[in-house]
């Protein structure tokens, strides 16, 4: 299938392209790497009126490390940023994480921002910013506003932005020095979204001893579930047992409920694990 007709504008500057979603809202969208909207399109599954493509606005193609936070710009590729060695330094998790979204051909156009804006359940990205408490840059109409993680996902591919905002930056905060971080995901064939996922972040204290764990999930929930999983210690079994007592997982075509939930528990244990390791080797114990 095509998508129906629409109208396209490709503007030169970030006031032009606000000026331009504001003009098309509320039928207007944004098209960075497109590599989610173009398959809605062809399908019908989105019909907007308006197409508003931010691809000259190469101010916004940047990654970089500033005040303890890694700041991913609207046109930085999956690709640019897993190959920044002082954003994978600075935050470990990224890396970790983008190395297992869909393919190299996908990651050469798809937009990190772009992800977490789309707002997937499945998708890698929306559980890192979940998990690291991240936060968005929205310019819009009446000025730019910043929107924490905890405040941005609203539901199934829904985030807080407004048909007149476009998202200009992502931040995340850089990986602690005592803290390691893990990821790990099970799909039915390498690059499909993940079947289920987790992203795990291990804080030690002074003596070594857990003092925050976490974890957010992909593909259990209508958006990024995170869980506090600090009172299962350094016990990563202990923590799989409280990650299936405490998510609810809908089946699907591809798996049970069932399958979710025994996944989300054996997952959790293996990154805990990994995510502890990498905090002991990082504390220098």
């Known amino acids: ?26 039928d207007g969208k944004v098209l960075a790497g497109g590599q989610s909207l173009l398959p809605l399109l062809n399908m019908r599954l989105a019909t907007p009126e308006h197409l508003v493509d931010i691809n000259r606005l190469a101010e916004l193609g940047f990654v970089r490390v500033d005040d303890g936070e890694v700041v991913i710009g609207a046109l930085a590729r ?3 940023v ?20 869909a393919h190299p051909v996908i990651r050469n ?3 990190t921002v772009g992800s977490i804006v789309h ?13 690291l408490g991240g936060s968005v840059l929205l310019a819009g109409s009446s000025g730019e506003r910043l929107v924490s993680a905890d405040e941005f996902f609203l539901g199934p591919l829904e985030s807080d932005v407004r048909p007149d905002e476009l998202a200009t930056q992502v931040r995340l905060p850089a990986l602690g020095p005592r803290a390691g971080c893990a990821f790990a995901e099970v799909s039915r064939r390498h690059g499909d979204y993940a079947v289920c996922g987790v992203a795990v972040l291990a804080e030690l204290d002074e003596a070594g001893d857990v003092s925050r764990a976490r974890a957010a999930y992909l593909s259990v929930a209508g958006t990024p579930l995170v ?20 998510v609810a997982p809908a089946a699907d075509i591809h798996a049970t409920a069932a399958y979710r939930r025994h996944l989300a528990g054996v997952l959790t244990e293996r990154a805990l694990a990994d995510a502890l390791g990498h905090a002991r080797e990082r504390a220098g114990g």
């Open 82 to 101: 897993l190959a920044d060695p002082a954003a994978n330094q600075a935050q470990p998790l990224l890396g970790q994480a983008l190395a297992l979204v």
């Open 1 to 26: 299938m095509k998508p129906p007709p629409f109208g396209y504008s490709r503007p030169e500057s970030v006031a032009e392209a606000v000026a331009a979603l504001g003009t098309a809202a509320p």
């Open 227 to 246: 869980l506090d999983l600090t009172e299962a210690g350094d016990d990563p079994a202990s923590a799989g047992r409280l990650a299936r007592s405490r």
């Open 109 to 111: 156009r798809g937009t």
């Open 119 to 131: 707002a997937d359940p499945a998708g890698e990205m929306t559980a890192v910013f979940a998990l």
């Open 78 to 80: 999956h690709a640019q």
